[in-house]
């Protein structure tokens, strides 16, 4: 079973991530004969304790996603209106030079506005994968 190890502290569990348009998307790019545009690498965060995944809304205006719909969403601040959104996520770790990658089937996202983190991984890409947590030795792993 491939595995991704990282190490984390008491900033999160930050893994590397690699986010392009979804395969719809892509498809009518090409049916139009636009390039695709260069998927672009980030910085994630894996969150145990959200349901959807997001996306900056930068990066998803640098690829020119558009939002398939617009949701309602309860965070800590309460209840606000979120883009909803289709992309390709692959979680992979450029730290060891690994060629393994996580890459599940598109994923519905939402727009998301976090300094610093590109990517917020949720249980909706978690569940597809097993994930360890090794507390006292500062390190975690995903088991796919």
């Known amino acids: 079973m491939p595995q991704l190890s990282f190490p984390f502290d008491l900033n999160g569990m930050i893994v590397d ?27 994630g965060l894996i969150d145990t304790g959200t349901n959807v995944s997001g996306v900056s809304l930068r990066i998803l205006d640098e690829l020119g996603i558009l939002p398939l719909d617009e949701l309602k969403t309860l965070g800590i601040g309460g209840e606000v209106d979120v883009g909803y959104y289709e992309v390709s996520l692959t979680i992979l770790n ?46 975690f792993s995903l088991h796919f």
């Open 94 to 139: 450029r730290t060891n030079g690994s060629q393994i990658e996580y890459s599940p089937p598109d994923v519905k996202v939402i727009g998301i506005d976090i300094p610093e983190i590109d990517a917020l991984i949720g249980l909706d890409v978690l569940i597809g994968c097993r994930m360890m947590l090794d507390g006292p030795g500062r390190k």
């Open 17 to 43: 991530v690699m986010i392009a348009p979804g395969a719809n998307d892509l498809a009518a790019l090409a049916a139009a004969g636009e390039p695709w545009p260069t998927p672009r690498s980030g910085k």
